[in-house]
């Protein structure tokens, strides 16, 4: 039972260079969500997903896409990376929305050089 | 615009009570969660307040005051290992959570 799974859990990219981060959820949630996390500030949603081929940008879009094949994945796309994009990311996942808990994946630290 | 407030960081001693605040101010409110996040690792779920009043769970509550827009986390008999950042977040009327940028507790022997 993993849970969520992210890969990779550290990766270091060249500014212009694009990447995927991979997440995979074994628990049968219908929800998934991709979050970044910057020092002394709140998870900012970057993506979210209510269901297998349907998806929604969330507070903070631009420079990311996804897509949610199938219910178990959900991948985060970076396109031409930035330094402003040097964060760690985190997946999560629920069964719902409302007062469904997020179980979150271990997380990724990107940084872009 | 939407907000979560909570102190940077805290200092407490082991065997000690703790409490820490989270106040909001968002559009609309369906409920307000707590998570515990150690340092280089993911968050996990703690309590989940969606009407006013004290949820306890073992040596953690949780404490709502939907008027005030306020809650409290309140740590008993603290351990070592309690040393982590404690994250609040709130739920909007879109169903959006909102988080605080967490507040760091460092225990002392």
């Known amino acids: 039972n993993a849970g969520v799974t992210q890969t990779p859990k550290f990766r270091i990219l060249k500014i212009g260079q694009s990447m995927t981060l991979q997440c995979t959820q074994d628990?049968?949630?219908?929800?998934m969500y991709w979050y970044r996390q910057d020092p002394g500030m709140g998870l900012k949603l970057i993506y979210y997903?209510?269901?297998?081929?349907?998806?929604d940008k969330g507070e903070v879009p631009n420079g990311y896409n996804v897509s949610r094949s199938t219910t178990e994945d959900f991948p985060l796309r970076l396109e031409l990376a930035a330094p402003s994009q040097t964060s760690v990311y985190f997946c999560?996942?629920?069964?719902?929305?409302?007062?469904?808990?997020?179980?979150f994946g271990a997380g990724s630290r990107l940084t872009v050089l | 615009g939407q907000n979560i407030d909570q102190p940077t960081e805290m200092t407490a001693t082991e065997g000690a009570i703790v409490q820490i605040n989270c106040t909001y101010q968002?559009?609309?409110?369906?409920?307000l969660f707590w998570y515990q996040q150690h340092a280089g690792e993911a968050p996990t779920f703690l309590s989940y307040?969606?009407l006013d009043g004290l949820e306890e769970k073992g040596r953690f509550s949780s404490f709502l005051s939907r008027s005030k827009g306020y809650s409290y986390l309140l740590l008993k008999e603290l351990q070592m290992k309690d040393s982590a950042s404690y994250l609040c977040?709130?739920?909007?009327?879109?169903?959006?959570?909102?988080w605080g940028a967490g507040t760091k507790l460092i225990i002392k022997p």
């Open positions: 999560a996942s629920s069964y719902s929305s409302g007062a469904n808990v997020l179980t």
């Open positions: 628990m049968n949630h219908n929800y």
């Open positions: 997903s209510v269901g297998a081929g349907i998806t």
């Open positions: 968002t559009s609309g409110f369906n409920g």
């Open positions: 307040n969606v």
């Open positions: 977040a709130v739920m909007d009327s879109n169903y959006q959570l909102i």
